[in-house]
Each structure stands twice: as structure tokens, then as C-alpha cells.
């Protein structure tokens, strides 16, 4: 079996399936999605989310909002790039939405990191312990006094394992209290792209990693279906299925930037020297090419410039290499037997290069102290606001449950039906914090600081 270009490449919407067929802009509905998205609360928040480095001081690193925007521009040359050569490929696809890959990316790109929580990574971790080995525990065998259910199995591995790209697609996609049906009501391809990981929890393995909370997976396996991807075998009551084509391309402009732009930051911090970090952007060029780009630093006095220049030419690199592994491997990808990610198929100066750069990433940048402290914070903080809030929705009848339930939007079905209605509605606020919201909650409740009146 073989995945359909025609088919992969839907504009209709979750929520709006009934309208399609009256939609006549077609060739407009990706970018739509891509300015709903920036317009929305949601990617608004994402300024106030750590990416790597604590949020500013008196210098500006990325946050989660300058990285989705450079991840999302990335992703918008990669998909235009990939369109244009397939189309020489294949010119019987000309007509088709294969054209609008690269708005598809972009809006794509835009939202891969809406599901992260507060803190950067360290959030994602926090949340998975405190069910592991936290005081989260409890709920595995509880009983709710006021739903009089518990949490299956297949729910409790979707809490084990919490996932901020399965965060994604459910904040995209969930029917919240007071929204419309859909969530954001995205195209079928938009919400396909981003699940990098498209199978459940249960199937998450040592990684952790998955596409789609157990609440979410009716509406994914619609999607899938719908688009004609690839079901893969797997255990009764579990989903697996090969990735959407252009999960690939996100995934690549999400890693291009990941890894360059810390690279840029780590120098703005003086974790890197200009000199070392020239030396790592250097290196993902041949010698000749080298001397040409020294020749060109010479002329640049200032060493920031220099290091912006470098930066930009090191990306535009491996897009134009990711581009091009895409487009070789077409039909491994088309049948879902491509293996590993397009980063890992360049060519081997490039691939020695990122490689490079991750290794000092990993010893020099993630592993500093400005970094450990910020997820060291991130535990406590949201450890006890999980523990404060997941007690109060298992016990809503007691006065204080009551008042810090009413502290939750109206939105968050903070008293669903269900245990793990409640809990993931909990996930959801907490999820959805800034990194400043979080912590003032969190001095507000446990007494560190009072509000003012």
C-alpha cells in the first residue's frame, strides 16, 4: 500500500465536515489555519514559555514563541522547496493542493509546541513523574467519591506518558466548554502534521513518546482515515499508524532550529566562545566552501554578525539537505517505511556537523546551571500545583477544593463526569500556564506571597 498525494492534501475541517462541500476558496484554507493559530490565546501564551534558557534577563533568548515563528518560517521554505520538486517530479499532480505544502507546513510548525507546558521540557517531565512516582500514585486505584469511577489502564498510560505533542493536537482539537465542535477547527492536513508520534500511549515504550490522548483518538483515527494514511498492526485497543508525508518536514524544521538557534543563544550567553562557536557552524561546510565564508566573515567587524551570518548559512544548509532527502525517499515515505528522522539521511559533512552540535549542546548549553536551575524550579512548582488540584477535583465537596476550583476557568471541565475527564481537565489548565502564571500561582497558594487588594 501506497499514501495518496490527492488524498493526503484534505481542506476539509474537524468540526465542519458538513461544510465542505460548500467551501469554494480552497486554495486558501491552510492559511487560514496558519492565521488562526497566530491569533489565537494559545500561541500568544507561548511568549511566556521557557524554550531552553530561563526567560529574559538583559539578554533575549528564544522562547517558545520566537522559536515556533523561526520553526514555522523554516518549515514554510522546506514545504515550497519539496512542492517545486515533486511537481517536476510528477507533473500530473499540477492542480492539485500539492502547491500548497508549504502553507500547510508553516501553519503545521506554528503549532507543534502549543502543548508544552510551563518550563520548557522540564514541565513535560514533572508531569509524567508525578503520576510515576509522585504523589499522583494515588490515582491509579482510587475511586472518585464523586464520579464513583477510577482510570483504565489505557487513561493511566496516557498520564505516565504525558506528551506535549499529544497536548498539541487535543488543545487543537478538543471540544472545550463554551468552544465550537473542533477545537480550532483545522484542516484534516494541518492536524495531521503535527503528530509526529501517530499511535497511543500504550504503545509508547521506553521513549514515552505518542500522538494522541485516549480522549482524542476517535478524532485521529477520523483523520487518518479520512487522508488515507497507513494503519499499522498493533495490540487490540491500541492505534498505530504510519506518519503523515509532512511530519517529516515539521520534524525537520523543529530540529534545524532547535539545534542552530541554541547554538546562537548558548554565544549570546557566553556559554560558547566566538571562536568555538564559529568553529561548530563552520564545520557544516567542505573546505572550499569554508575559505569562501571566511573570506566573507572578514569583512564582518562585528562578531554577533559574523555569528547571524554563519547561523543563517548553517540552516539554509540543512533545509536545502532535508529538502532533498525528502524528495529521494518519496516512495519509502509514501508506503511508511522510511526509517528515522530526514536529519539523520544528509549528507555526511552536514550529519558530522549537527552531530557536533548536539554533543556540545548536551555538555555545554543543556547541563548549565542557568538551565538546571530553571528546571529544578519547574519541578516544585508544578509537582504541587498537580498534587493541590488534582486533590481538589477528586474531593470537590470540601470548602478548600471548592475555592480552588473556582480559580479555574470556566473553559476546563474541572467537574467532568469522569475521574480522568477531571484529570485531564487538570492537565489542561496546568499545561496551558505561562511559565509567570505558574509560579504566581504557585507562591499564591502555598501562602509565598498574598494577593493584593
Known amino acids: ?5 490527492a488524498q493526503l492534501l484534505s481542506t476539509k475541517r474537524l468540526g465542519q465536515e458538513n461544510d465542505h462541500a460548500r467551501r469554494k476558496d480552497d486554495r486558501s484554507e491552510f492559511q487560514r489555519d496558519f492565521d488562526r493559530l497566530i491569533f489565537s490565546a494559545a500561541f500568544r501564551r507561548l511568549q511566556n514559555k521557557t524554550q531552553v534558557f530561563p526567560l529574559p534577563g538583559s539578554i533575549f533568548v528564544h522562547n517558545r514563541l520566537t522559536h515556533s515563528l523561526e520553526v514555522s518560517s523554516v518549515g514554510r521554505s522546506l514545504g515550497n522547496d519539496v512542492s517545486k520538486l515533486l511537481l517536476q517530479l510528477h507533473p500530473a499532480l499540477l492542480g492539485t493542493l500539492l502547491s500548497e505544502m508549504g502553507n500547510i507546513v508553516s501553519a503545521a510548525c506554528l503549532a507543534h509546541d502549543l502543548g508544552n507546558p510551563p518550563f520548557g521540557h522540564s514541565g513535560e517531565s514533572a508531569i509524567r513523574s508525578f503520576f510515576i512516582d509522585g504523589a499522583g500514585q494515588r490515582l491509579r486505584s482510587l475511586v472518585c467519591r464523586e464520579t464513583g469511577d477510577g482510570i483504565s489502564p489505557a487513561q493511566w498510560d496516557d498520564l505516565i506518558h504525558f506528551e506535549g505533542n499529544a497536548n498539541a493536537f487535543r488543545l487543537l482539537t478538543h471540544h472545550f466548554l463554551g468552544r465550537r465542535r473542533g477545537g480550532f477547527v483545522m484542516t484534516y492536513s494541518t492536524l495531521a502534521s503535527i503528530v509526529k508520534y501517530p499511535f497511543s500511549s500504550s504503545l509508547a515504550g521506553e521513549k514515552g513518546k505518542f500522538g494522541f490522548f485516549q480522549a482524542e483518538q476517535a478524532d485521529f483515527q477520523t483523520i487518518a482515515d479520512e487522508l488515507g494514511i497507513i494503519r499499522k498492526d498493533s495490540p487490540l485497543g491500541t492505534l498505530r499508524y504510519a506518519r503523515h508525508p509532512l511530519v517529516y518536514l515539521v520534524e525537520a524544521a523543529d530540529d534545524i532550529c532547535y539545534e542552530i538557534m541554541d547554538i546562537e543563544d548558548a554565544h549570546k550567553l557566553k556559554l560558547l566562545t566566538t571562536e568555538e562557536t564559529t568553529a561548530l557552524l563552520l564545520a557544516f561546510f567542505d573546505e572550499p566552501r569554508q575559505r569562501h565564508i571566511r573570506q566573507r566573515l572578514a569583512s ?32 519509502d515515505i509514501l508506503s511508511g517505511t522510511f526509517q528515522g528522522s530526514l536529519i539523520s539521511h544528509i549528507s555526511p559533512v552536514p550529519l558530522a556537523a549537527y552531530r557536533q552540535c548536539v554533543g556540545v549542546a548536551l555538555e555545554r548549553i543543556y547541563s548549565a546551571r542557568l538551565v538546571v536551575d530553571i528546571e529544578i524550579a519547574g519541578y516544585r512548582v508544578i509537582s504541587e500545583l498537580l498534587d493541590l488540584m488534582t486533590e481538589a477535583v477528586t474531593h470537590s465537596t470540601r470548602p478548600y477544593s471548592r475555592i480552588l476550583i473556582n480559580r479555574v476557568s470556566t473553559q476546563y471541565d474541572i467537574l467532568a463526569p469522569t475521574l480522568y475527564g477531571r484529570v485531564m481537565a487538570v492537565l489542561d489548565y496546568i499545561s496551558g500556564m505561562t511559565d ?18
Open 1 to 5: 500500500m501506497i499514501m495518496d498525494w
Open 436 to 453: 509567570i502564571f505558574a509560579l504566581d500561582l504557585y507562591r499564591k497558594i502555598t501562602g509565598m506571597s498574598l494577593a493584593t487588594v
Open 300 to 331: 564582518l567587524s562585528d562578531r554577533n554578525e559574523q555569528i547571524v551570518y554563519l547561523r543563517s548559512i548553517a540552516i539554509n544548509c540543512l533545509e536545502s539537505e532535508c529538502a532533498r532527502v525528502f524528495v529521494d525517499s518519496e516512495q
